[in-house]
C-alpha cells in the first residue's frame, strides 16, 4: 500500500532562515511519481513539482530546491531565504503508475517577518 | 487557460438533504479527480474519470455518492441524505496523461459542504 509521512506538523521560522520540509514514502511499484504542492490561506491547492522514480536528479527553481533519494524513500524540500508569502500547508504526495495522489498529512510552515 | 472551476464555492445544507457539485477541468485534460479534504487533514482520493469511464472508486464513496462525467467534459458528484459527517471541502483536480506518463494533478477551489 502506498504511505506519505509528513512527520513535522508545523515549523515556523523567520524571515530569511532556510527551511527545510521532510517526506517520506512507502510503496511497492517501481514506477511511481512524487509531488509537492502548496495550499495558502486562500484554500486553492498549487502545483510545486513532480519527480518520476526513475530520475534521482535533484531539482532548484528559484529558491526552492528538492532533494530526492531512493536509498531512504525521502523527497524533501528546501526553501531557502524563506519570505512571509511562503507562509502555507505544504503537501508531500505520490502516485503509483499515473494515477490517484496519497498525500500526507501536510506540514503548516509559517514565516514570521 | 481558465484552470479547473468547482460551482458552489459553499453550500451549507441540512441532514439528510441532497446536494449536487460541479467541476469543470482545464479544457485539454482527460483525467478529472475528486478528492476530499478535512480540517489539518491532506486530501483523500474519491474517484476519477479518464474521459468519460470511471476508473476507479475509494471504499471512502459509500453508495450515497454517485459522480459521473457526460461526455468526458465536466464532472458531477452527488451526495444523497448528507450527513454531519460529509461536512469536508470537496475538491476537483484535472490532469493529462498521455504516452510520456506523468500525472500532475492541478486542483480547483474546491467547495466546502457544511451539513447541520
Known amino acids: 500500500a502506498q504511505k506519505v509521512t509528513q512527520a513535522q506538523t508545523e515549523i515556523s521560522v523567520v524571515e530569511k532562515e532556510d527551511v527545510t520540509l521532510d517526506c517520506v514514502y512507502e510503496?511497492?511499484?517501481?514506477?511511481?511519481?512524487l509531488f509537492w504542492y502548496k495550499q495558502p490561506p486562500s484554500g486553492e491547492l498549487v502545483f510545486l513539482i513532480r519527480r518520476n522514480s526513475f530520475d534521482e536528479q535533484n531539482e532548484i527553481s528559484g529558491r526552492y530546491s528538492w532533494n530526492f533519494q531512493k536509498s531512504t524513500s525521502s523527497f524533501n524540500f528546501t526553501i531557502t531565504a524563506s519570505q512571509v508569502v511562503d507562509s502555507a500547508v505544504y503537501f508531500c504526495s505520490l502516485s503509483e503508475g499515473a494515477q490517484k495522489l496519497v498525500f500526507g498529512q501536510g506540514t503548516r510552515l509559517t514565516i514570521n517577518p | 487557460d481558465t484552470g479547473v472551476s468547482q460551482d458552489p464555492r459553499h453550500k451549507i445544507t441540512k441532514r439528510g438533504q441532497n446536494v449536487t457539485f460541479r467541476c469543470d477541468p482545464i479544457?485539454?485534460?482527460?483525467?478529472l479527480y475528486w478528492y476530499r479534504q478535512t480540517l489539518g487533514q491532506g486530501p483523500e482520493f474519491l474517484t476519477y474519470?479518464?474521459?468519460?469511464?470511471?476508473?476507479?472508486k475509494s471504499r471512502l464513496l459509500s453508495d450515497r455518492f454517485s459522480a459521473e462525467r457526460p461526455k468526458g467534459s465536466f464532472s458531477t458528484l452527488e451526495i444523497q441524505r448528507t450527513e454531519q459527517g460529509d461536512s469536508a471541502m470537496y475538491l476537483c483536480a484535472s490532469s493529462f496523461v498521455g504516452m510520456a506518463g506523468g500525472n500532475e494533478q492541478f486542483f480547483g477551489p474546491g467547495t466546502r459542504l457544511t451539513v447541520l
Open positions: 510503496t511497492r511499484d517501481t514506477t511511481y511519481y
Open positions: 479544457s485539454e485534460h482527460n483525467r
Open positions: 474519470f479518464q474521459n468519460e469511464a470511471q476508473l476507479e
